[in-house]
């Protein structure tokens, strides 16, 4: 928790992007904006509770609904689970597609302009098809970028003690993390949910990722969103620009988002709503 921060009021331009999980009970998505330098701001993490295999259930329109009102530019969901439902959500949307993550350090982050391209006059012909992401790849850009230090320093007067200036050095793919309860000790936890780990086979040694435990959504859905960042820098319809504040939640929703980020997957599929938040 050493690592939440409160943003300062002059942020700088930006590209807001997210990257959404689907689960049976829910969809959880994280939105970062991100600097043209790969310095990011982690802005928020949201659980939907509902049920995302019936295609009309309120969680589609309510996910909807919830990304409109952060202002994101582009963003991607993960297709793994549930891929028809999540195709039929993303058709049409110019500012969503869907992802697949394929295992294998042979695979890259993303795939080259050039098969991403073939692929973008395929998808007008024939509906959607998901981008897809080398996983192993996509957790070590996390890892990396989670190990990096802030530069960020204070000035601070020598009589009273008080901040009296905030001094910000460029740091490249550091990310910041809102001061907000969402960002809390589950959050990170599941952030660093797996660990690389030396193997051998044949005499040669090779690494390979092990889960340190059962829950890794937030690793995931910050994956998503730093490949969509790479997806959405070569959009021509997408700039970056100064980006409106995210609201705080208000402490009802706070509690139950709480309560569900601790929940596991045995918890059965509800049709129970998270209380909207006050606007």
């Given at each position: 928790?050493?690592?939440?921060?409160?943003?300062?009021?002059?942020?700088?331009?930006?590209?807001?992007?997210?990257?959404?999980?689907?689960?049976?009970?829910?969809?959880?998505?994280?939105?970062?904006?991100?600097?043209?330098?790969?310095?990011?701001?982690?802005?928020?993490?949201?659980?939907?509770?509902?049920?995302?295999?019936?295609?009309?259930?309120?969680?589609?329109?309510?996910?909807?609904?919830?990304?409109?009102?952060?202002?994101?530019?582009?963003?991607?969901?993960?297709?793994?689970?549930?891929?028809?439902?999540?195709?039929?959500?993303?058709?049409?949307?110019?500012?969503?597609?869907?992802?697949?993550?394929?295992?294998?350090?042979?695979?890259?982050?993303?795939?080259?302009?050039?098969?991403?391209?073939?692929?973008?006059?395929?998808?007008?012909?024939?509906?959607?098809?998901?981008?897809?992401?080398?996983?192993?790849?996509?957790?070590?850009?996390?890892?990396?970028?989670?190990?990096?230090?802030?530069?960020?320093?204070?000035?601070?007067?020598?009589?009273?003690?008080?901040?009296?200036?905030?001094?910000?050095?460029?740091?490249?793919?550091?990310?910041?993390?809102?001061?907000?309860?969402?960002?809390?000790?589950?959050?990170?936890?599941?952030?660093?949910?797996?660990?690389?780990?030396?193997?051998?086979?044949?005499?040669?040694?090779?690494?390979?990722?092990?889960?340190?435990?059962?829950?890794?959504?937030?690793?995931?859905?910050?994956?998503?969103?730093a490949a969509a960042y790479e997806i959405a820098k070569n959009m021509k319809n997408i700039q970056?620009?100064?980006?409106?504040?995210?609201?705080?939640?208000?402490?009802?929703?706070r509690e139950d988002k709480q309560k569900l980020l601790k929940q596991t997957d045995q918890t059965p599929?509800?049709?129970?709503?998270?209380?909207?938040?006050?606007?």
């Amino acid at each position: 928790l050493s690592r939440l921060e409160t943003f300062p009021d002059d942020m700088p331009p930006v590209m807001r992007l997210f990257g959404a999980d689907v689960q049976k009970n829910r969809i959880e998505f994280t939105v970062i904006d991100f600097e043209e330098s790969t310095e990011s701001w982690a802005q928020e993490h949201i659980i939907i509770e509902g049920d995302p295999s019936e295609e009309d259930d309120p969680i589609w329109s309510e996910l909807e609904e919830e990304l409109k009102a952060r202002h994101v530019d582009f963003g991607l969901i993960d297709s793994s689970y549930l891929a028809k439902q999540v195709y039929t959500f993303c058709e049409g949307k110019k500012w969503i597609r869907p992802c697949q993550g394929k295992e294998g350090w042979s695979r890259p982050f993303i795939e080259d302009e050039k098969t991403r391209r073939k692929k973008l006059r395929s998808r007008s012909r024939y509906g959607v098809k998901p981008e897809i992401l080398g996983v192993d790849t996509a957790k070590l850009v996390v890892h990396k970028r989670l190990e990096k230090s802030n530069t960020t320093t204070f000035d601070i007067d020598e009589k009273t003690g008080e901040v009296i200036g905030v001094i910000r050095e460029p740091n490249p793919g550091f990310i910041h993390f809102r001061n907000d309860p969402c960002f809390d000790t589950e959050y990170f936890a599941q952030l660093t949910a797996e660990a690389l780990v030396p193997k051998k086979r044949k005499g040669r040694e090779y690494f390979e990722w092990f889960a340190t435990r059962a829950r890794n959504e937030t690793q995931d859905c910050m994956g998503y969103a730093a490949a969509a960042y790479e997806i959405a820098k070569n959009m021509k319809n997408i700039q970056y620009t100064q980006k409106p504040p995210i609201n705080e939640l208000g402490e009802a929703d706070r509690e139950d988002k709480q309560k569900l980020l601790k929940q596991t997957d045995q918890t059965p599929p509800t049709k129970t709503r998270r209380r909207r938040r006050t606007r």
